[in-house]
């Protein structure tokens, strides 16, 4: 997205944001089918139906990132999943080493690195002809 307008660049990322939350949405509803086993039926239903949308939700929004944006851009975003998950495991109480929380620190200054400077979707087409 190299000469993209910010506003661009904010909109690439916003939408790609918008897949990582669903994603983290998706995690959390089915996993809260099996640290609740208790659940009813119906809960179940609806641990997997809002995963469901959510994945929907996801591929119908990465229609839209692939036919805007380059791919160099926008899916190393998608990396910013793992630290989201990282966090919420720490809120859930579940061990999070320092190890993983170096991980977590090595693919946010990836994500930035790779974000930094990325050609706009058919650039590199334009720039071989």
């Known amino acids: 997205m190299t000469g993209a307008s910010p506003k661009s660049r904010l909109i690439a990322f916003a939408l790609v944001f918008s897949t990582v939350i669903a994603s983290v949405c998706a995690a959390l509803a089915l996993r809260s089918i099996s640290r609740y086993g208790d659940i009813a039926l ?8 809002v995963a469901f949308c959510a994945n929907l939700y996801r591929v ?5 990132i692939h036919k805007r944006f380059a791919i160099t851009y926008s899916y190393p975003l998608t990396a910013l999943f793992f630290p989201i998950i990282a966090v919420i495991s720490h809120i859930y109480d579940e061990p999070v080493s320092l190890v993983s929380w170096i991980g977590v620190g090595v693919i946010v200054v990836g994500v930035a690195l790779m974000s930094v400077e990325a050609p706009a979707a058919g650039a590199a087409k334009a720039d071989r002809s």
Do not use: K, S
Request: hydrophobic share 85%; net charge neutral.
């Open 42 to 49: 119906f809960g179940v239903a609806l641990a997997v139906g």
């Open 60 to 64: 119908f929004v990465w229609a839209i």
